[in-house]
């Protein structure tokens, strides 16, 4: 059997409002409880299980999507602050790779990333 993610464990401050939030801002289908979790199931057959902790850590996040996905989330995201690069420096987005990508900060503080080509 290949080795495959089968799911990730999200700390948040508000594990409901986290999962709305992802799943909003990406176009996927409306978050689902399994326990104490709140889950968002990305295509590839990965899920996100949110779970509410006191202080979570910052982590990382990407996502790889198609342009017509990018463009989606970028209007979602109209109003509120874009980088260009993970360490929130330059306003906007990045042209790497033949691709587009951005970064933004989910209300739990994870650093998140969309990116059209992957990295080589």
Known sequence: MAV?????????????????????????PEPTRFGPFTVVEVANGVSLDFMT????????YAFLISEAEFDGVAARLAGRDTWAD???????QNA??????????????????VLTTPYA
């Open 86 to 92: 993970p360490g929130h420096r330059t306003p906007g």
């Open 53 to 60: 902790a006191a202080s979570p850590a910052s982590q990382h």
């Open 96 to 113: 790497h790779n033949g691709g587009r990508g951005m970064y933004f900060d989910s209300p739990s503080g994870h650093n998140l990333e």
């Open 4 to 28: 495959e993610l089968n799911h990730t464990i999200v700390n948040s401050t508000d594990a409901d409002a986290e999962a709305r939030f992802v799943a909003d801002v990406l176009g996927l």
